[in-house]
T-cell receptor, first 115, second 115 residues
Framework: AQSVAQPEDQVNVAEGNPLTVKCTYSVSGNPYLFWYVQYPNRGLQFLLKYITGDNLVKGSYGFEAEFNKSQTSFHLKKPSALVSDSALYFCAVRDEDTGFQKLVFGTGTRLLVSP | DAGVIQSPRHEVTEMGQEVTLRCKPISGHNSLFWYRQTMMRGLELLIYFNNNVPIDDSGMPEDRFSAKMPNASFSTLKIQPSEPRDSAVYFC?????????????FGPGTRLTVL
């Protein structure tokens, strides 16, 4: 069965500093990996995904994520954080080999960017 | 282009009443997902459809929950009778399933409160 772990409930960073939100996954086959962001009282917004190819994936709002197969990780990064990046971030995984579309989400990491 | 539309955005009802949540997926999408989000359990997949056919309903908590998709542009999630523990935010998401990956796009959610 596939699973996702987001080890940090909250990440605090000062505006202008780089940020990293961690995610590790477990699947039996090849992973499809996703990052979503949720602002208060809003639905989840798609940020980026890894399917195959280049391990560094670029997404919306200046975010990027690096796929590391040996460490089974897919950490979300941004070179310079903005206060407006403060939100709840979810990592999700799907097992390509199962043929099912079921996404398994992590528990979420709250990012707080201080001015 | 309109995203996923959900109605109502907020629903307050009394225990024992029937509740119907509605979803209109993105036009052209052929897969639809219902999720529930709570503080305790995070984001859970309840059921999903491909081409209007239910594929996996293993996440539906009880027989009190039912979901239908009578056509490609409309789905309902019904709870009858409702209970206080059903209070949560319910999200609908849709995707276009192609060979390879598909990205799920979420609606704004329905916040359900059962008194």
């Amino acid at each position: 069965a596939q699973s996702v772990a987001q080890p940090e409930d909250q990440v605090n960073v000062a505006e202008g500093n780089p940020l990293t939100v961690k995610c590790t996954y477990s699947v039996s086959g090849n992973p499809y990996l996703f990052w979503y962001v949720q602002y208060p009282n809003r639905g989840l917004q798609f940020l980026l995904k890894y399917i195959t190819g280049d391990n560094l994936v670029k997404g919306s709002y200046g975010f990027e994520a690096e796929f590391n197969k040996s460490q089974t990780s897919f950490h979300l990064k941004k070179p310079s954080a903005l206060v407006s990046d403060s939100a709840l971030y979810f990592c999700a995984v799907r097992d390509e080999d199962t043929g099912f579309q079921k996404l398994v989400f992590g528990t979420g990491t709250r990012l707080l960017v201080s001015p | 282009d309109a995203g996923v539309i959900q109605s109502p955005r907020h629903e307050v009802t009394e225990m024992g009443q029937e509740v119907t949540l509605r979803c209109k997926p993105i036009s052209g999408h052929n897969s639809l997902f219902w999720y529930r989000q709570t503080m305790m359990r995070g984001l859970e997949l309840l059921i999903y459809f491909n081409n209007n056919v239910p594929i996996d309903d293993s996440g539906m908590p009880e027989d009190r929950f039912s979901a239908k998709m009578p056509n490609a542009s409309f789905s309902t999630l019904k709870i009858q009778p409702s209970e206080p523990r059903d209070s949560a935010v319910y999200f609908c998401a849709s995707s276009l399933r192609l060979a390879g990956s598909d990205t799920q796009y979420f609606g704004p959610g329905t916040r359900l409160t059962v008194l």
